[in-house]
């Protein structure tokens, strides 16, 4: 049975509503705040019923997988990618550090297809990074739906690229969302993600990224564009961050002097 990449947007969509097959993901901090009293759930449920709410109700794919910052390749983190398909060459996604209601917005990807990503000036394409070994390594999944469709929107995403910025830093335990966002970047290879952090998703959400990489070993691999994961080439582009918050990749953008090791503080938790 073969499914267009319209059927398994159709078939993500539903999957996504009806809430099957996303395992609990917690998240990683706990802001700070009073609970909310009984008068602020009573407007939350009026709101819910009363407002219309268009742009978060076009979000219709989950997808799960992995970053780093730019300039720290070991300074890694696990991504929860909510995303709407604006059409066949742009998706947006709303990137969380968990599924669950308390989830914390930790950033925002672009996706755009090869044919808009070879018309970009080079210093822009050097914000962006390639998917082909997100999705061949089979460490980027939708959650919850069948195994045909999920491979038909991986070979959808397998060419395309990503523009992805973190503003809030839950993966070094930041409680709100401070200092100054981060360009962040996917992996290109084997050996460069942290195997105990895509162990404990694994385990998480009951998959074996190796079956989902033998599955997926017939995609078509297109050629990457070489404008495209500049770090790999020396070319890092980052904010450096003046406000003191310290996050652990910090070093990065202030000098090689104050550069320390680098910490993958969410996988090395018991």
Known sequence: MTFTPLAATLLLAA????GCGDRDTAS????????ETAKTKVLEAGAMVLQNKPPVEAINTYLNGFHFYNGRPGVQMEAHHYCSILNEDVTQCVIFDGNQKDAKIMGI????????????PPEEKA????????????QLFAPGIPEVAE???????IGTYGKTWHTWHTDVDKPLPLGLPQ??????????TDPAMVAAR????????ADKRKGREDLATPAIDPGADAWQRGHVVQIADPTGSQHAHEAATRGAQTKGPDVNARSNRP
């Open 127 to 138: 914000l962006w990074h390639s998917h082909v070994h997100e999705v061949r390594s089979g």
């Open 183 to 192: 360009l962040m970047m996917g992996f290109t290879a084997d050996g460069q």
């Open 151 to 157: 491979k038909e929107l991986m070979k959808k995403l």
């Open 109 to 120: 990807e672009y996706i755009v297809s090869a044919k808009l990503f070879a018309a970009l």
């Open 15 to 18: 999957a996504a509503l009806a």
């Open 28 to 35: 990683n901090v706990a802001a700070p705040g009073a609970p």
């Open 202 to 209: 694994d385990q998480r959400f009951g998959i074996d990224s």
